[in-house]
């Protein structure tokens, strides 16, 4: 018989993902269970390794939920499994309220701000959270810290206009203070990574002490010229959902 609502296609306990795989779409199942509605007709889709389990569980809800709503893209990846998911594709400028967007994060802090953009997409991501009525986060235990910049990010991700590149990071060694902050380049270095809006993305560390109040480092780096967006996203998440490697959530 076909799955209810609550019950996974495959039971959790029963899968042979990863344990990392597993605790991501642990976190993903319940924040849909907890988040989305059938009365929700507008959807956010994030980007990442996580988000697919969100989708995952969205699709179990039954085509029949599914046929009356509309999901809107972070940028390629989720563009793509909206559309191989079957599911109804819109943009943001359609849909400038969402009901409910769920994304990944790469570093979530004690008060629900993160730091996004490991994959590139923080600019898109942050323009559907905002839209959103209420934005949930999904991810692994690793990514739950204390403070921001203590995990294995390199740093906070920065959008920058291409040709201001060189210009951006001058001011980021030297007006900011983040003396190792970097262009982030490509697998085997070939180029600089290149965005969804074809933009190059620097990646730049800050000490622990600044990274306590990440709004005012958001603000001062949002204020250089060239910059399009910074991937930190300060009070903006509802809640957060961690799965654990022994099969429990955290909830934040
Ligand atoms: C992309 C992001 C992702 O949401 C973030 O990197 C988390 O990804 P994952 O679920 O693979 O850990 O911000 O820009």
Sequence with gaps: SMPGPTEPTTPLTMSKLSPIEQSKRLAA?????????????????????????????????????????????????????????????GDVDQFPTIDVTIDGADEVDLELNCIKGGGACH??????????????????????????????????????????????LQNLHHVLGSRTAALRMAKAKAGPVVSDNGNFIIDAPFSREEMMNPYSVMARIKMLTGVVEVGLFCHMAQAAYFGNQDGSVTVK
């Design 123 to 168: 600019l898109r991501e942050k323009v559907l959270a905002e839209a959103a009525k209420t934005f949930i986060l999904v991810a692994d235990y690793r990514k739950n810290v204390e403070y921001l910049g203590t995990a294995f990010t390199p740093g906070v991700p920065i959008e920058v206009v291409p040709f201001a590149y060189a210009k951006v």
């Design 29 to 89: 199942y319940i924040a849909v269970d907890k988040h989305i509605f059938p009365e929700h007709k507008i959807i956010g889709i994030g980007s990442g390794s996580t988000v697919p389990y969100v989708v995952e569980r969205i699709v179990q809800q039954g085509k029949e939920l599914n046929k009356d709503r509309v999901f809107i893209p972070t940028g390629f990846q989720s563009k793509e499994l909206i559309i191989s998911s079957n599911l109804n594709l």
